[in-house]
């Protein structure tokens, strides 16, 4: 069964990710990593770019990348609509080669904990991530929060008519503590099946992830506009988790 971020992913026309909320997104990425034109910026599980090109508009060298060939595709064509020099090549995160070259990182949506071709191994990517910054830069990792997510699980959504509608199932495996999602599409007579699977993480799992890997300065918070935050003591309703990190200068 497709990916859910292969050709005609239901991702690719997500209602909730507006150009409002991906400029607004940005005001605080650029403020949280201290970056402005002319800093280059990696983008990991870029999907369909929305992040890195909205980068590019402001200046910023960025450079995204993504395992999904379909999101690629989709990224170089908005670039190329947008009009911005934007970079972006098919890639998992977990190959990054270690450049020291980033002013910057973002890992935002489920790209962090995402299960594809090779497994969950979020140690590594978080490891390539690390080597890919220069030293002192900084990352921002943005995750659902384990305990929040569970207790608001909608196991069946159904969006749209007759017609043409998305139906979507989700489950939460409790032995690997990872939410497991099955949609169905269907639209202008054809039905497509997508799956997408990810492991939640807690407040306190994300830090000890990142301080394992050899980030310094960890913080977290519930949201961007309050980031970074100091410790790990997020109000219970918080539904996300954004972690910022840094390499150490040395």
Do not use: K
């Amino acid at each position: 069964m497709p990916n859910f971020f292969d050709l005609h992913s239901p991702y690719l026309a997500h209602p909730l990710l507006t150009p409002e909320r991906t400029a607004l997104e940005i005001d605080h990425l650029v403020r949280i990593l201290g970056v402005g034109p002319g800093a280059t910026v990696l983008d990991i599980g870029c999907g369909f770019g929305r992040h890195s090109i909205e980068m590019a508009t402001r200046g910023i060298r960025a450079f995204g990348i993504d395992p999904s060939e379909a999101m690629i595709a989709a990224a170089n064509e908005r670039a190329a609509a947008a009009g911005v020099d934007a970079e972006f090549r098919q890639q998992n995160g977990e190959s990054l080669a270690a450049s020291s070259a980033f002013d910057g990182a973002i890992v935002m949506f489920t790209t962090l904990g995402q299960i594809n071709d090779l497994g969950a191994d979020n140690r590594t990517l978080l490891v390539r991530a690390l080597e890919a910054l220069r030293p002192g830069a900084g990352i921002v990792v943005e995750v659902p929060r384990r305990s929040v997510a569970i207790a608001g699980l909608v196991t069946s959504d159904t969006f749209g008519s007759a017609d043409d509608r998305t139906e979507i199932l989700r489950r939460f495996e409790a032995e690997n503590n990872r939410v497991v999602e099955n949609f169905v599409v269907v639209s202008e007579g054809t039905e497509r099946r997508f799956d997408l699977a990810y492991t939640l993480f807690e407040p306190n799992e994300l830090v000890e992830l990142l301080d394992d890997t050899g980030f310094t300065s960890i913080a977290v918070a519930r949201d961007l506009g309050s980031a970074p935050g100091s410790g790990t003591d997020l109000a219970s309703d918080a539904g996300f988790i954004i972690a910022t990190a840094w390499r150490p200068d040395r």
